[in-house]
């Protein structure tokens, strides 16, 4: 006999402790979650929302808001010749950071990726770039790039830029190739890592029968790396979008005034909006959403293309073949006719291994280890026997019954 607890049930809690007790399980997800998208509202939205109705006001930042002027600010900010020479700048740059760096760091992660010695150290290495401040950043590349820096002399002394007393803040093309290297410098090493994170969950043995395949290592790069590490590489891409057109640090840092040259030589998009927000020379809060707000529609649409261009490139795997409504019923008659014609007996496009059978059942007296070669052996009657004469099923293409070895 079963003894019974003698202890009482508990009894249910009544009043404002079971009311919480009671939904304590059904909200608690939500106040795990509540203080990130507090946050968000807080310092996300409501700036992002806060920007819109500036940007239609004629907003100034000692007086405050002014008249509501619609989309007069927008209109202001694209008849402007300065800010379509910050845009040129900023795609010029752009193109200079995303095709290298993009480049190196998958080649850096396909090196560190190899059985090397002390694999942790260069893995650290290529970080430090990253954690080091942009301003010390360009610090250094000023010594490099300025007039009395390490390459201006050796170009002088080889002819060039002669004319020039600082070629790399006068010329526009060398101010983007050393804005660019100093953005290839910070960044390229923090995507070479997650490149190599993404690479080293590719399965080994993918490599192992590539090898077996007699494919070399570039083709087991091009062939199974890139294609597995698809999701990442555009991951990466769109990040270095999105950052790549909103440059800011390195071309403000990258002389003693910090106003893009004397003719906007290397003025990007946000630094032509910090300017208008908050330069000497303008005050003009309302004209700075605008750009703010350009920006971010710019931004969205080479994100979009970059998304569909990278998923085209990298992806491996051939799209699949549509096929009509006439060519599937086509395919559906004829295998209907094959499995008529395989009731009946005369179906022989059968597999090899039900041939097989049949043999074995027709010749118990013939040994079976040549079954499959021997293509003389005779079945006992013409091409037109049924299988149930072997006592075999008869197999339906249809719904693959009898095909079971």
Do not use: C
Request: charged share 15%.
């Amino acid at each position: 006999m079963v003894a019974l607890d003698p202890t009482p049930l508990r009894e249910p809690r009544t009043g404002i402790r079971g009311w919480f007790s009671s939904r304590e399980f059904r909200f608690s997800p939500y106040v795990y979650i509540a203080p990130f998208f507090i946050s968000f509202a807080i310092f996300g939205a409501y700036p992002l929302i806060y920007n819109i109705w500036v940007a239609l006001h004629d907003w100034h930042r000692r007086f405050g808001a002014g008249d509501f002027v619609g989309m007069s600010n927008f209109t202001w900010v694209l008849s402007q010749p300065r800010f379509w020479s910050s845009l040129q700048n900023t795609f010029s740059i752009w193109l200079l950071t995303i095709i290298p760096q993009l480049v190196v760091s998958l080649f850096l992660a396909a090196m560190l990726d190899q059985n090397l010695r002390t694999k942790t150290f260069w893995r650290m290495s290529v970080l430090v770039p990253y954690v080091v401040m942009p301003v010390a950043t360009a610090l250094i590349f000023g010594q490099i790039f300025n007039q009395f820096g390490l390459i201006v002399p050796h170009l002088h002394n080889m002819g060039l830029f002669t004319d020039l007393t600082a070629p790399f803040t006068q010329n526009r093309v060398l101010s983007h190739l050393a804005i660019a290297t100093m953005v290839n410098f910070r960044w390229t090493g923090y995507n070479a890592l997650i490149f190599l994170a993404a690479m080293q969950a590719v399965p080994r043995e993918l490599y192992e029968a590539a090898t077996v395949d007699g494919a070399g290592r570039m083709r087991q790069f091009f062939s199974v790396t890139i294609p597995n590490i698809r999701p990442t590489l555009i991951f990466v891409v769109l990040t270095m979008t999105i950052g790549g057109l909103q440059i800011f640090d390195e071309v403000r840092l990258f002389d003693d005034a910090g106003q893009g040259g004397s003719n906007n030589q290397w003025g990007t998009i946000v630094l032509y909006l910090y300017n208008l927000a908050f330069g000497n020379w303008q005050d003009r809060l309302g004209q700075a959403a605008a750009v703010g707000w350009i920006l971010a529609f710019i931004v969205v649409i080479f994100t979009l293309i970059n998304f569909f261009l990278t998923k085209s490139i990298s992806s491996g795997e051939s799209k699949p073949t549509r096929t009509s409504h006439k060519a599937w019923k086509a395919v559906v008659e004829e295998r209907n006719a094959t499995w008529e014609e395989s009731r009946n007996g005369v179906f022989t496009g059968l597999p090899a291994w039900v041939e097989v059978e049949k043999k074995k059942k027709l010749h118990p007296h013939r040994p079976h280890e040549d079954w499959e070669s021997d293509s003389d052996i005779p079945y006992g009657g013409s091409d037109t026997d049924s299988l149930a004469d072997a006592n075999l099923p008869i197999p339906n293409p249809l719904t693959f019954e009898g095909f079971d070895q």
